[in-house]
């Protein structure tokens, strides 16, 4: 019955049958609601607030408004909160998720496991929009990388963790005159789990710097063309 509805919404012919299966059980469910901060898909620590643009007041890391707009998007795609998982992980496991919420365009979310075996992922494109509706799940796909590729895949990562620290920092310091922050355009969430524990790291309309080819390297991981 939800992949009936699912070709006509958009095609389920190229989606896993885990992510039909998770639909299925969403179907006659609400959207998500939580007496937890942002439905418990980010930790209370996001909430607080942190300096911006030097004088500027300060500002929560996940705002009240992305902390109802992610998850549902999020919790649309059958996506776990990873925050939760820093506890049960061994030292030699991590997760990092990349969602990528644009406002006018489709929701993609790709994620990557590493074990002793290597780093597997999932990739998942909504079929609608990432500022409204998120839509179901379009496609997704289970795929892997090469020792290679999972070195390289790391190397990005570190470097994209150390320019956002190195960006936190300035932001507290920055001028208002050279500070500009928008609400509008493509959000970029990249998700870290390992055994140093939970981290967040945000880009708004990425288009150069360590955190853009982080994300664009698992983009093309995927082997999907997308058009922004």
Same mark, same amino acid.
Not at 26 to 39: G, K, L, R, V
């Given at each position: 019955?939800?992949?009936?509805?699912?070709?006509?919404?958009?095609?389920?012919?190229?989606?896993?049958?885990?992510?039909?299966?998770?639909?299925?059980?969403?179907?006659?469910?609400?959207?998500?609601?939580?007496?937890?901060?942002?439905?418990?898909?980010?930790?209370?620590?996001?909430?607080?607030?942190?300096?911006?643009?030097?004088?500027?007041?300060?500002?929560?890391?996940?705002?009240?408004?992305?902390?109802?707009?992610?998850?549902?998007?999020?919790?649309?795609?059958?996506?776990?909160?990873?925050?939760?998982?820093?506890?049960?992980?061994?030292?030699?496991?991590?997760?990092?998720?990349?969602?990528?919420?644009? !406002?006018?365009?489709?929701?993609?979310?790709?994620?990557?496991?590493? &074990? /002793? %075996? @290597? +780093? #597997?992922?999932?990739?998942?494109?909504?079929?609608?929009?990432?500022?409204?509706?998120?839509?179901?799940?379009?496609?997704?796909?289970?795929?892997?990388?090469?020792?290679?590729?999972?070195?390289?895949?790391?190397?990005?990562?570190?470097?994209?963790?150390?320019?956002?620290?190195?960006?936190?920092?300035?932001?507290?310091?920055?001028?208002?005159?050279?500070?500009?922050? !928008?609400?509008?355009?493509?959000?970029?969430?990249?998700?870290?789990? &390992? /055994? %140093? @524990? +939970? #981290?967040?790291?945000?880009?708004?309309?990425?288009?150069?710097?360590?955190?853009?080819?982080?994300?664009?390297?698992?983009?093309?991981?995927?082997?999907?063309?997308?058009?922004?």
């Amino acid at each position: 019955m939800l992949c009936g509805f699912a070709v006509t919404a958009g095609g389920c012919d190229g989606t896993r049958l885990e992510d039909r299966s998770c639909q299925f059980s969403q179907w006659n469910e609400q959207e998500p609601s939580s007496s937890e901060f942002a439905s418990g898909y980010f930790p209370e620590s996001c909430a607080e607030p942190r300096p911006v643009c030097g004088d500027r007041e300060s500002s929560a890391f996940v705002s009240s408004i992305a902390s109802e707009w992610y998850p549902k998007q999020l919790h649309a795609a059958c996506e776990a909160p990873l925050h939760k998982a820093a506890d049960t992980l061994q030292s030699d496991e991590r997760i990092v998720r990349l969602s990528v919420i644009p !406002t006018w365009r489709p929701s993609v979310f790709v994620t990557m496991t590493k &074990d /002793a %075996d @290597g +780093y #597997r992922g999932v990739a998942k494109e909504m079929t609608g929009s990432g500022g409204y509706s998120p839509g179901i799940i379009g496609r997704s796909k289970d795929f892997g990388l090469s020792t290679q590729e999972g070195a390289r895949f790391e190397r990005l990562l570190e470097a994209a963790e150390q320019e956002f620290d190195d960006e936190q920092r300035s932001f507290a310091t920055e001028t208002q005159e050279n500070c500009f922050v !928008t609400f509008d355009g493509t959000t970029w969430l990249i998700e870290v789990v &390992d /055994a %140093d @524990g +939970y #981290r967040l790291i945000k880009v708004k309309n990425p288009n150069r710097g360590a955190r853009f080819r982080l994300g664009q390297s698992l983009i093309a991981a995927t082997g999907w063309e997308f058009d922004y």
